[in-house]
């Protein structure tokens, strides 16, 4: 925010006083010459320019898809699954995945950080194995909160019988 302020107040200024002058201050009070701060200034609208935004994962899928096309259908659900976090929604998964298939990367940081490492090794596996990834996402019993029941309710209690069925009679105590 105070960097909007900063940038404004030096619009104005530039506004009121002209280009020149304010540089030629600012060369003074910072001991330069105005070659010198031209020259910084130069250097700084350069680095500027050679950020490059980071590309999302549809964009490596793409990248990829256009090497393996018959990867594309897979890929791209897994891509989504990634962004919905149906697919690997914990870091600690991805880690633990990216070492499954043999990754040499050091540890990332971030799920964002991990996923073009990680398309990028998936789109290096079969489409047989890309299919077998998407149906685990789609399966109802995988998701953590099935996980969680699994361990609050223990081992499969027997089924009560229906009384209604022909075979032993409960006894009466």
Do not use: W
């Not at 001991?31 to 701060?37: D, I, M, N, R, S």
């Not at 500027?48 to 659900?77: G, M």
């Not at 976090?85 to 050091?106: A, M, N, W, Y």
């Amino acid at each position: 925010m105070s960097d909007q302020f900063l940038e404004l107040e030096i619009r104005l200024l530039i506004l009121r006083y002209g280009r020149q002058k304010v540089l030629h201050a600012l060369a003074q009070l910072g001991e330069q010459t105005l070659e010198e701060l031209e020259r910084q200034l130069e250097r700084t609208k350069v680095k500027q320019r050679a950020k490059k935004p980071k590309p999302s994962i549809i964009d490596i899928v793409a990248a990829e898809c256009r090497e393996h096309p018959e990867l594309a259908e897979p890929l791209r659900n897994l891509a989504l699954g990634f962004q919905n976090r149906t697919f690997l929604p914990h870091l600690r998964e991805v880690h633990r995945f990216l070492d499954r298939i043999g990754s040499t990367q050091s540890k990332v940081r971030s799920r964002e950080a991990a996923a073009p490492i990680l398309f990028r090794l998936l789109a290096k596996l079969t489409r047989e194995d890309l299919l077998r990834l998407v149906a685990d996402i789609n399966s109802p019993g995988a998701s953590d909160y099935a996980l969680l029941a699994r361990a609050i309710m223990g081992p499969r209690a027997a089924k009560p019988r229906n009384l209604d069925e022909p075979g032993e009679k409960p006894t009466k105590s």
